[in-house]
């Protein structure tokens, strides 16, 4: 059964920077593109970042690049989303996804994704 357990939410100040985690289980790390996507309320859920399978390439949406690191740990199996200089528009709930798609080409759309976690909240006070 695969598991993917995100952590490392809260509240946060405008500026502050703040760590996540998803923890994977049940399938095999290495073999899988990771991605974060985050869902503001009653919006839908839209691509943050996303991760090859070895690490060798990433992708970010144009609203987080330059503030926010993908990155992966292979002997934790655990991808992180590093946000730095939060702002108040980054506050959402923040999923990881794992894709079983090893292409050339990182998925940005949820329904590419074959496993979800129950997400986390962020939320970026100003």
């Known amino acids: 059964q695969v598991q993917l357990v995100e952590s490392g939410g809260k509240l946060v100040q405008a500026g502050d920077s703040l760590r996540l985690s998803c923890a994977a289980s049940g399938l095999t790390f290495s073999n899988y593109d990771m991605g974060w996507f985050r869902q503001h309320p009653g919006k839908e859920r839209q691509f943050v970042a996303a991760i090859t399978w070895n690490g060798g390439a990433t992708n970010y949406a144009d609203s987080v690049k330059g503030r926010f690191t993908i990155f992966r740990d292979y002997a934790k199996n655990t991808v992180y989303l590093q946000m730095n200089s939060l702002k108040p528009e980054d506050t959402a709930v923040y999923y990881c996804?794992?894709?079983?798609?090893?292409?050339?080409?990182?998925?940005?759309?949820?329904?590419?994704?074959?496993?979800w976690g129950q997400g986390t909240q962020v939320t970026v006070s100003s």
């Open positions: 996804a794992a894709d079983r798609w090893t292409g050339a080409t990182l998925h940005i759309s949820p329904v590419q994704y074959d496993y």
